[in-house]
C-alpha cells in the first residue's frame, strides 16, 4: 500500500503543479500567454504523463472522484478508499504550496484566483451556481465513463492513458469558462486553501458535484455498459 500511496501522492502533486501552473504562471504572460487552449492540455498533460509513469503502481487515480467512481464501478475496494483520498488531498495541497512560494517570488504578486474554482460572481465566465453544478457533474460523469471503458479489460491495451489525458483536455476546454474546471475534489481544494474566503466558502460544491457525477457513472457503467464474458465460439461438437 504504501508505494500505491507515494504514487498516488506524486500523480495528484504534478496535476496541481502542473495544470495549476499553467493558469497562474503561463497564462497571463502579455503576448506569450497560453490562454484557454493551453490551461486545457496542460491538464490532460499531467494525467496522460502520470498515468503512465505511475498507473502501473496505484493505478493512477490522482483524484477522489475517480477513486469513488472506480469504487461505484466495482473496479477499487472500499478500504482503500480513504487512505486514496487523504493522499491525493495531501498532494495537492503540497503542490499549492510549492506552487505558491513559485508565484509568490514575482515583485508585485497577487494571489487572485490561485487556480480557484468558483461559481457565480468568481466564475470565469459568470456562470451560476445551478450552471456550475450541472457543468461539474455532468463533465466528471464522463470523465469516469472514460476512465471505465478505457481501462476495460476489452479496450486497446496500453492507450487508457491517452484517451484518458484527452478527456480531460477536451472537458477543460468546455468548462474553464464555468467553473475553473474541477472535476477534482483535491486538485479544487489545495489553491482554495491559499485563496481562502470566496474559494473555501464555494469549495463544497466542487467536492459534492464531482463525486455525485462520478457515483452515477460508476454504477451506470457496472450496471449497464459493463461487458459481460461471452463464451468463445467453438462450432458443433
Not at 44 to 54: E, F, H, N, Q, R
Not at 197 to 202: D, E, K, R
Request: glycine share 16%; aromatic share 10%; with cysteine.
Amino acid at each position: 500500500m504504501a508505494a500505491k500511496l507515494v504514487a498516488e501522492f506524486l500523480g495528484t502533486f504534478w496535476l496541481v503543479l502542473g495544470g495549476c501552473g499553467s493558469a497562474v504562471l503561463a497564462a497571463a504572460i502579455p503576448g506569450l500567454g497560453i490562454g484557454l487552449l493551453g490551461i486545457s492540455l496542460a491538464f490532460g498533460l499531467t494525467v496522460l504523463t502520470a498515468a503512465y509513469a505511475l498507473g502501473p503502481v496505484s493505478g493512477g487515480h490522482f483524484n477522489p472522484a475517480v477513486s469513488i467512481g472506480l469504487w461505484a464501478g466495482g473496479r477499487f475496494p472500499a478500504k482503500s478508499l480513504l487512505p486514496y483520498i487523504v493522499t491525493q488531498v495531501v498532494g495537492a495541497i503540497v503542490a499549492a504550496a510549492v506552487l505558491y512560494l513559485i508565484a509568490s517570488g514575482k515583485a508585485g504578486f497577487d494571489a487572485g484566483r490561485f487556480g480557484s474554482n468558483g461559481y457565480g460572481d468568481h466564475s470565469p465566465g459568470g456562470y451560476s451556481l445551478v450552471a456550475g453544478l450541472i457543468c461539474e457533474v455532468v463533465m466528471t460523469f464522463m470523465f469516469v465513463i472514460v476512465i471505465l471503458g478505457a481501462t476495460h479489460a476489452r479496450a486497446p491495451v496500453g492507450f487508457a492513458g491517452i484517451a484518458i489525458g484527452l478527456a480531460l483536455t477536451l472537458i477543460h476546454l468546455v468548462s474553464i469558462p464555468v467553473t475553473g474546471t474541477s472535476v477534482n475534489p483535491a486538485r479544487s481544494t489545495g489553491p482554495a486553501l491559499f485563496v481562502g474566503g470566496w474559494a473555501l466558502q464555494q469549495l463544497w460544491l466542487f467536492w459534492v458535484a464531482p463525486i455525485a457525477g462520478a457515483l452515477v457513472a460508476g454504477w451506470l457503467h457496472k450496471a449497464v455498459l459493463e461487458a459481460r464474458q461471452e463464451p468463445d465460439i467453438t462450432g458443433r461438437p
